[in-house]
């Protein structure tokens, strides 16, 4: 073999490694990536979960239930390490926001709507008694 084979020979399988490399190592964050983004949709769905069993267990059912007791049942929940939660009540009254969101990428939050119906407090009996004068 010549110098100029051996030379074209090796900067070919230079350049098949490098990119062999550059691919492994996209490959490798991107599985990075998606790994993150299910912790961050797990934390938020036991962040969920235990607020919804919080407020079905400390507040009576009642479609009176305000969006102020609703935040001050959350407060007092722990949130997951790593993970930022935000309640505000939406301008209508009758509902409540949630957003969370990772400390790390705080861009990729999640939201969500929570009224006393939706979280199963209106009991149709107390519904009705409410309604009747």
């Keep these: 073999m010549q110098l100029v084979e051996v030379m074209v020979a090796a900067s ?15 490959a490798a964050l991107g599985s990075q990536q998606v790994e993150m983004q299910q912790q961050q949709a797990e934390r938020v769905e036991l962040d969920r979960l ?17 969006p102020a007791q609703l ?25 409540l926001q949630v957003r969370w969101w990772l400390e790390a990428s ?14 199963g407090l209106c009991d149709p009996v107390a519904a009705a008694e409410e309604v009747v004068p």
């Design 12 to 26: 070919v399988f230079a350049m098949a490694t490098g990119s062999s490399v550059q691919l492994w190592s996209r």
């Design 106 to 119: 705080p861009a990729n939050a999640r939201e969500r709507l929570f009224t006393a119906a939706g979280l």
């Design 50 to 66: 235990q607020l919804q069993a919080r407020w079905q267990a400390e507040l009576r059912p009642s479609c009176s239930v305000s």
């Design 71 to 95: 935040i001050t049942v959350a407060e007092r929940v722990p949130v997951p390490p790593q993970l930022r939660r935000e309640v505000v009540p939406v301008d209508q009254g009758a509902a």
